[in-house]
């Protein structure tokens, strides 16, 4: 069948994505996948979620894709987050945290008020987790590249941990199915020796009343129900039962001793097979970061002082500073400023660029772009229009902005840079 010229085409099973725009420009956002061609339907567990129906390309061409708009992730790597479910204002912990997938989403359930520290212990994935993090604004996060089983952070400091563990990747087999000759049933010995450190240390830092979330994208038995059998053993946690979301199939899990760990089943789900268990260190709750003040609003403080970037609208940053290092300039949240110990090293969100003490907001920051109101940028009207700027054609202006706004219909995209009557499109 053909659609606005292009052939449609069957988006292959599982081929899940997360919105990570606000909840008001969700509409706009799923309005310029439609005027690609791209449809698609809600995901049942989370407003934020969707699942491509057709396409006329891949979802990760589509002009969302490339603004940072979607995310797209397997359906079941979903649900982590959803199972860990972070209070608004929380502070959250990814002890391992790369690609970022996981990462955005906790930071968009903990809202504006809360942060979540993401730790990825190899520098190339971390880079990785940065760009990803960059891509989709992901503001309240901070980054910091330590072993997953030794922090350098106190006992009982989180009340919320994601503990993503490196696994076999058995559930990933469809798709990767070199999975099952690298990690063979004789090999993830040493798989399953870190994973135990790893859970070791999360029950170190996880903060009375606080919750664990464990989870893998494996279907052994010995990475999965076996681990946290031996956590359960070795520490004062408790077994948190985990509620079916809905959309998925699931399979008992392989201990009749454990209630309330899910084994998603990867065929009937059409997705990949995941594990997920959730704990709870006894004590009265909320003594952690989760305790503090979350309230506030605007941006804070900035060094150097009296910052401007033309063009970007600062108040729209939750709580925190704006800090020059070197050339760049970052964004860290208060709740991480006032929260992290000084021995952790971490990097916020870059925001841009200095040459000499000017200041340039970075093209991607879209989350510093105001209202789309005429006069502050260039509204695209069309999909193709966006397609010629980031392909290097430039479109004539009279706007007398160093850095105008580019929109899609008011949708917010990023920032535009002007060379006298020419607007183009810059990515950094």
């Not at 002082?305 to 925190?320: I, K, T």
């Amino acid at each position: 069948m053909k659609k606005s010229g292009a052939h449609i085409v069957k988006e292959r099973p599982g081929r899940s994505f997360r919105f990570t725009c606000g909840p008001s420009e969700i509409p706009l956002a799923e309005e310029l996948l439609r005027a690609q061609g791209f449809e698609f339907e809600a995901e049942p567990f989370s407003p934020l979620c969707r699942r491509a129906v057709n396409r006329p390309l891949p979802l990760g061409s589509s002009l969302a894709a490339y603004f940072g708009l979607i995310y797209i992730q397997d359906r079941s790597s979903m649900l982590p987050p959803l199972a860990l479910a972070p209070k608004p204002g929380a502070a959250v912990l990814d002890m391992c945290a790369s690609p970022g997938g996981k990462t955005g989403f906790l930071a968009q359930l903990a809202g504006p008020g809360g942060f979540v520290l993401a730790n990825e212990p190899a520098p190339d994935r971390l880079e990785t987790l940065r760009r990803n993090l960059a891509r989709t604004c992901a503001a309240s996060v901070v980054t910091c590249c330590y072993p997953g089983q030794r922090l350098p952070l106190d006992d009982g400091c989180f009340d919320y941990i994601l503990c993503d563990a490196p696994c076999s990747g058995w559930g990933t087999a469809e798709k990767n199915p070199k999975a099952l000759t690298i990690w063979r049933e004789d090999k993830v010995a040493p798989l399953i020796s870190l994973q135990r450190a790893l859970l070791a240390e999360a029950a170190r830092l996880l903060a009375p009343g606080g919750r664990l979330l464990y989870s893998t994208c494996t279907t052994n038995p010995a990475e999965n129900e076996e681990q946290t059998r031996k956590l359960l053993g070795a520490t004062e946690l408790t077994l948190s039962p985990l509620a079916e979301p809905p959309g998925f199939a699931f399979l008992k899990p392989a201990r009749a001793d454990l209630e309330g760990v899910l084994r998603v089943d990867g065929e009937a789900s059409k997705a990949q097979g995941f594990y997920l268990a959730a704990f709870v260190k006894p004590g009265p709750g909320a003594t952690g970061a989760t305790g503090r003040d979350a309230q506030g609003g605007g941006f804070s403080g900035c060094e150097p002082p009296g910052l401007d970037l033309p063009g970007a609208d600062l108040s729209r940053l939750p709580p925190g500073l704006a800090q020059r290092f070197d050339h760049r300039l970052f964004y860290l949240p208060r709740r991480a400023y006032d929260f992290l110990p000084d021995r952790l090293k971490y990097r916020g969100c870059q925001l841009g660029a200095f040459s000499g003490n000017s200041a340039r907001v970075h093209a991607r920051a879209r989350l510093l772009l105001p209202d789309y109101s005429p006069g502050c940028g260039f509204n695209a009207e069309t999909p193709e229009t966006l397609v010629k700027l980031i392909s290097g054609q430039s479109l004539e202006t009279t706007l007398d902005l160093p850095r105008p706004g580019l929109y899609f219909r008011g949708l917010r995209l990023g920032f535009l840079t002007r060379k006298g009557p020419r607007l183009l499109w810059s990515d950094r």
